[in-house]
C-alpha cells in the first residue's frame, strides 16, 4: 500500500522549532510535486508551502521566512522546518503529493495525503 506518513509534531512554546517529515512507503519510485498543509480547530484546511520535483519553492505569507521546505529524493521524503513558532501556528499538518509506484504491469501516478502530525504552540 502507498501512503505518505508524517512525524515530528508535539508540544513546543512560542518561539520554538519544530521539524516535520513526510515520508512515503509502498513500492514508491519516485515523488513528485510535494506540499504542507495544516487545519487550525474550527477552521479550513489551508496551503503551507510547496516543493516541486525540481526543487523550486514557495510558501504561504503567513509562514515565509519562519518555515523551510526541503525534500530528499533518494529517501522519498519532505520535510518542513519550522521556526519561531507562533500560538496561531498551532494546526494539524499534513502532507500530500504525487507518488509514481510500481502497479501489477507498469508505473502508476497517484496523490496521496498523510493521516497529519499535530503542532501545538503554547503562549
Known amino acids: 500500500q502507498v501512503q505518505l506518513v508524517e512525524s515530528g509534531g508535539g508540544l513546543v512554546q512560542t518561539g520554538g522549532c519544530l521539524r516535520l517529515s513526510c515520508i512515503g512507503s509502498g513500492s514508491i519510485l519516485s515523488i513528485g510535486d510535494m506540499g504542507w498543509y495544516r487545519q487550525a480547530p474550527g477552521k479550513r484546511r489551508e496551503w503551507v508551502a510547496t516543493?516541486?520535483?525540481?526543487?523550486?519553492?514557495n510558501y504561504a505569507d503567513s509562514v515565509k521566512g519562519r518555515f523551510c521546505i526541503s525534500r530528499d529524493n533518494a529517501k522519498n521524503a519532505v520535510f518542513l522546518q519550522m521556526n519561531v513558532l507562533k500560538p496561531e501556528d498551532t494546526a494539524e499538518y499534513y502532507c500530500?503529493?504525487?507518488?509514481?509506484?510500481?502497479?501489477?504491469?507498469?508505473?502508476?501516478?497517484?496523490?496521496?495525503w498523510g493521516q497529519g502530525t499535530l503542532v501545538t504552540v503554547s503562549s
Open positions: 500530500n503529493g504525487e507518488l509514481t509506484y510500481m502497479g501489477p504491469t507498469y508505473p502508476m501516478t497517484l496523490e496521496r
Open positions: 516543493i516541486t520535483s525540481d526543487g523550486s519553492t
